[in-house]
Every structure is written in C-alpha cells, then in structure tokens.
C-alpha cells in the first residue's frame, strides 16, 4: 500500500528553526518532493531529493534516508511569512510523473 | 513567460448539473495532472494524461473524466454533480521533474 505520514499542525517562534517530518511507505520510490502551500493559493515547489543527503537551498534544506522510508524539511531563520501548509510528495517507480501527497503539515509562525 | 492558468476561479453548481472545469498551460509540457484538495485529505489525483489522446485514471476518478486534444489544455468534466464534488481542484502539468500548479477552481455542489 501507499502511506505518507506527516503532523498535521505545528508552530514555531519568528527567528527559530523548525524541522518537518515525513515517513512514507509506497510500492516503489523515485524521488521525494516538498511544496509550499500558502491558504488560499496554490502549492509552490521547494526542493526535490532522490539520493539520500541533505539538499541545501538559502533557508530551506530537506534531508532524505531511503532505506529509512523518511524525509524532513528544516526552515531556518523562520520568518511570518513562512506560515503555509508544507506538503510531502512521492514519486513512485512505476509511474514515472505521478506524485502522492502527504495531507500536508500547518505551520504556523508566531512572532 | 510561460504559466498554467485555471478557469472558472470560483464556481457554484446545482446537484445533477454537468460542470467542465478549464486548464490551460503554455509550458509545453506532455504531462498534466488534475487533484483535489479537501481538509485532511491533502491533494488527491483524479486523472492524468501524458500526452495528447492519453488519459489515465487516478486515485478518486468516480464521476469525474478528462480530454486530451492537444497539447495546453486537460478539461475536467464532473458528469453529474454530487455535493461529495464540493472541493478545490488543481491542475498541474510537468516536464517530468517538479509539477507547476495553476491557482485553483473552488467549486460548491448545491
């Protein structure tokens, strides 16, 4: 079966650093997406692994261990705007483009 | 610059009646994708094409079906609609790495 965990609500402080979560389960992998999902508009892509390791980008990093089945993202230096729904996304083996989502993390920033 | 474009943005409809939502890319991209986003369910896909005259099934298609004529545009099509179709549906095309999404259609079933 397919299964993509993730909390479902978090908060941090404006300045602080914060680390989300994601195990996944899924019949076969090729790759691990995170986007950024403000309310109200559409989700925006942030980074993408498919080798295990850190991917550094400004603010953002995420982290993947395959032989784990888990993945996180790290936003540091928070700001107000980084308040959003950050979704965890699975690329299967088998189906070359298609992604399963996760049901989204709330962050939410507080000064 | 290139762009994937949804329309209506907000839409209300009466149970039964049939209800095409639009997407339109200019990326030139063979994949496209149509989710729907409800609370706790985070995005699931309805259908996909992955290129023109391809279309294939996802996760939550019930009641739901896609064209491909070419290569901008994946129509959704709610045959009858059913309040369980009340939702905010996105559509997303791809270049086979990262999906770019359009902003959006929220559509209430009455």
């Known amino acids: 079966g397919q299964n993509i965990d993730q909390p479902t609500e978090m908060t941090a402080t404006e300045g602080a650093i914060v680390q989300i979560n994601c195990t996944y389960q899924?019949?076969?992998?090729?790759?691990l997406f995170w986007y950024q999902q403000h309310a109200g508009e559409a989700p925006t892509f942030l980074s993408y692994?498919?080798?295990?390791g850190l991917e550094e980008k400004g603010r953002f990093s995420s982290f993947l261990s395959r032989s784990k089945g888990y993945s996180y993202l790290l936003l540091k230096e928070l700001q107000m705007k980084d308040s959003a729904s950050y979704l965890c996304?699975?690329?299967?083996?088998?189906?070359?483009?298609?992604?399963?989502f996760g049901s989204g993390t709330r962050l939410l920033v507080r000064p | 610059d290139a762009e994937i474009t949804q329309s209506p943005r907000h839409k209300i409809t009466e149970t039964g009646r049939q209800v095409t939502l639009a997407c339109h890319q200019t990326w030139n991209h063979n994949n496209m994708f149509w989710y729907r986003q409800d609370l706790g369910h985070g995005l699931r896909l309805i259908h996909y094409?992955?290129?023109?005259?391809?279309?294939n099934k996802g996760e939550v298609s019930d009641g739901y079906s896609v064209s491909r004529s070419n290569t901008e545009d994946l129509p959704l099509t709610l045959e009858s609609a059913a309040s369980s179709q009340t939702s905010v549906y996105f559509c997303?095309?791809?270049?086979?790495?990262?999906?770019?999404f359009g902003p959006g259609t929220r559509l209430t079933v009455t």
């Open positions: 899924t019949s076969g992998f090729n790759g």
């Open positions: 997303a095309s791809s270049d086979g790495t990262q999906q770019y």
């Open positions: 692994n498919v080798l295990d």
């Open positions: 996304a699975v690329r299967e083996a088998d189906s070359s483009y298609k992604l399963i």
């Open positions: 094409s992955y290129g023109v005259q391809d279309t």
